[in-house]
């Protein structure tokens, strides 16, 4: 099908995510995600698919540990208090090595927090979340075409480099409906020999595991998967550069908030405020680069988030602090207005950003 | 003009922007009109969305007492009786989408064909990926009416991709919603489409405004 169709975010993460190969979905509703399942649960016996409501975020992790294991495309979706619980399964998937999605599209929290949009899980999705060293691939779309293009490129990414990869939406990218074009049906290319999906009495067993007990041994693997991690640095970091060429001052921001920033820009620059943006579209691994040589031209960055200020912690660093990094922020499932990133800019400039 | 106006369908079709724009329009004629928001599935857009503009028309407005207060409980006021048992004013009920939304109807339905002056639409969107076609635009009308007890009694064509709908993109549908309507028996009321997309004979809806956009 190559014609545009009309989704709601969660929607088509579903449907892109089948569309990728996808045929196994675990899951346990929680607002406001609960239209990616509703979709699985309404597709996946139609086309020969699984849809499992497990009895909790926890079970539902360990089957997609399960089914990744057998070297099979496996999603789960989630809101924050639900990521939070599968945090244990994230951890041993990452130490298994195996590719499997999930997708947390936030609420505002901390705790049980409430059912409206926000962007504080971002520390959870790149600093760890479960414990050990790990990483996971954590892609932020902005659009529900992104929605739809980021999943396919999630399982892409996890497959190719033995990883987990996060989708890491928000309540308005879920909830909100915009016309998508749905990536074509293809099928997963990665040659899987580690899968355990029985020898045919042809080849030693696999074995799936993360638990070594020399720690000589579980060094190397450490070792090994951050040779992996470096690949991925280098050649997977995603982001949109928005009216940069002559910017004098440059947002941050992802996902919804840089939606906002984008309206921001253009009344800024009616007031001849040379404004541009720089969108992170992967987190991790986090768009150092462009950050750092940003930060040698303008005069300063306002990082633009839902929550009370995370990724500005990345763009410190990136920027290696030559510049001024201010903050503009809502929390708790609010959204940072055009107005206010107005007036955190202007202040930034009076404030003698240089 | 039936007394009571169901609008229901899949689930992002666009039933709750035609409720709002249709209770306003029964209201614009001088009736006095009440719409239920019986949507228990989605907490975060609905009519309730629209209640400040359709209190200030005059519009009585039902909705559920936790819906947009970030409490997801979805609980039915007790007040949405008087829809379906107040007979002196029209009343418009935005119900939830698919069979899923449709279960909450369930406990009115008696009142609903006992008064017997009513109009159940289904409001289709073939460019929803889940009701392209005639057959599974159907297929979801069989599972709405196995849910609730009612039988559908009309069509509402409201296809649309958003903000980049153009009237080609409606009047291709028209022929597909023409299809449904034969293969059901269904009178196709109207073909939709919002103020500045609208042409010809297409019945011009204005947009809800959604808390996100400014």
């Not at chain 1, 539902?60 to 979706?77: P, Q």
């Not at chain 1, 609420?107 to 504080?120: A, E, N, Y």
């Not at chain 2, 009440?34 to 400040?52: C, E, M, Q, T």
């Amino acid at each position: 099908m190559s014609e545009k169709v009309l989704m709601k975010g969660n929607e088509a993460i579903a449907e892109s995510a089948i569309r990728s190969g996808c045929l196994c979905y675990f899951g346990y509703p929680i607002t406001p995600q609960t239209e990616l399942a509703a979709y699985m649960a309404k597709r996946m016996p139609k086309i020969g698919g699984v849809f499992l409501q497990a009895e909790s975020e926890i079970s539902a992790i360990n089957m997609v540990y399960g089914v990744a294991g057998a070297g099979k495309r496996v999603m789960t979706s989630s809101s924050s208090p639900g990521v939070s619980l599968k945090q244990e399964g994230i951890s041993y998937i990452a130490g298994a090595d195996l590719p499997a999605v999930i997708v947390n599209v936030q609420r505002g929290g901390p705790g049980l927090g409430g059912i409206q949009p926000s962007q504080s899980d971002y520390f959870q999705a790149t600093k760890g979340g479960g414990h050990g060293d790990y990483h996971l691939i954590v892609l932020t779309p902005s659009s529900v075409q992104e929605m739809a293009d980021l999943t396919s490129l999630a399982f892409d990414l996890a497959d190719k480099y033995r990883v987990p990869a996060m989708l890491l939406a928000d309540g308005t990218m879920g909830q909100m409906m915009e016309p998508v074009l749905l990536p074509e049906p293809h099928d997963v290319t990665v040659e899987k020999s580690w899968a355990v999906c029985g020898t045919q009495m042809k080849r030693e067993h696999n074995i799936i595991n993360s638990l070594y007990l020399s720690p000589e041994v579980l060094e190397k693997t450490n070792f090994e998967r951050y040779e992996r991690y470096k690949q991925i640095e280098e050649n997977e970091v995603r982001y949109e550069s928005y009216l940069m060429d002559d910017a004098e001052y440059c947002i941050v921001a992802f996902g919804i908030a840089a939606r906002v920033a984008k309206n921001a820009i253009t009344a800024m620059r009616k007031e001849g405020i040379k404004v541009g943006l720089i969108r992170p579209i992967t987190v991790w691994p986090f768009p150092v680069k462009p950050i750092r040589e940003a930060a040698d031209k303008v005069k300063g960055f306002v990082c633009v988030e839902l929550s009370m200020g995370q990724m500005i912690d990345d763009v410190k660093l990136a920027s290696e602090c030559k510049k001024p990094v201010v903050l503009c922020n809502r929390a708790g499932g609010m959204i940072p207005s055009v107005d206010q990133i107005i007036e955190t800019t202007k202040k930034m400039i009076e404030g003698g950003a240089r | 003009m039936k007394r009571v106006t169901l609008f229901c369908g899949h689930y992002g079709s666009g039933k709750t922007n035609i409720a709002v724009n249709y209770a306003l329009a029964l209201r614009e004629k001088g009736l006095e009109v009440a719409i239920g928001d019986l949507d228990i599935v989605n907490p975060y857009f609905r009519s309730k969305d629209s209640s400040d503009e359709l209190r200030a028309a005059g519009i009585e407005v039902i909705a559920l007492p936790f819906a947009n207060s970030s409490v997801d409980l979805p609980s039915l006021p007790s007040q949405a009786y008087s829809l379906v048992q107040n007979h002196a004013r029209y009343a418009v009920l935005d119900i939830g989408g698919d069979d899923r939304g449709a279960y909450a109807l369930g406990r009115y339905v008696p009142y609903i064909l006992e008064e017997n002056d009513y109009e159940m639409v289904y409001v289709v969107n073939f460019y929803r990926p889940l009701t392209t076609t005639v057959q599974e635009a159907v297929e979801v009308m069989g599972e709405i009416e196995t849910a609730c007890r009612m039988k559908f009694t009309a069509i509402v064509n409201n296809s649309n991709l958003g903000a980049e709908t153009t009237a080609d993109d409606v009047r291709a549908t028209m022929a597909k919603a023409q299809e449904l309507g034969r293969v059901t028996g269904l009178p196709v009321l109207a073909t939709t489409a919002e103020m500045s997309v609208a042409e010809g004979d297409m019945i011009p809806l204005k947009l809800q405004k959604r808390p996100f956009e400014a």
